[in-house]
């Protein structure tokens, strides 16, 4: 099992997830929602298209734009469609489950 870790809290878990240029995109239904907020941020990747960001919020302590996803990512991406990928001190750990 793979989990996102912030703040000593497992923000995410999931058996396997998408990687791409490094970051793992854990699927969408892997969040715990109640460390997600919206950001009004934006960024655009020229091959993924527009990202959008999440703040995470871990005991009192947020974590601004520590998450991002591709809500409509361009046909190249099409692999991390309902995925979301971290940074800023979040840290990805364990392995993932064998395929069957």
């Not at 298209?49 to 190249?76: E, M």
Request: some cysteine; overall charge positive; aromatic content about 12%.
């Amino acid at each position: 099992m793979l989990r996102a870790v912030w703040n000593g809290a497992v923000i995410a878990e999931a058996p396997r997830t998408v990687i791409v240029e490094g970051n793992h995109y854990f699927p969408s239904e892997a969040l715990h929602r109640q460390y997600f907020r919206e950001s009004r941020s934006r960024s655009l990747c020229p091959w993924k298209g527009l990202a959008r960001y999440y703040d995470v919020t871990v005991g009192g302590r947020t974590n601004p734009k520590a998450a991002w996803y591709y809500p409509h990512p361009s046909p190249l991406a099409r692999r991390i469609k309902n995925h979301v990928a971290f940074w800023q001190g979040v840290t990805v750990e364990g392995e993932p489950e064998p395929s069957r």
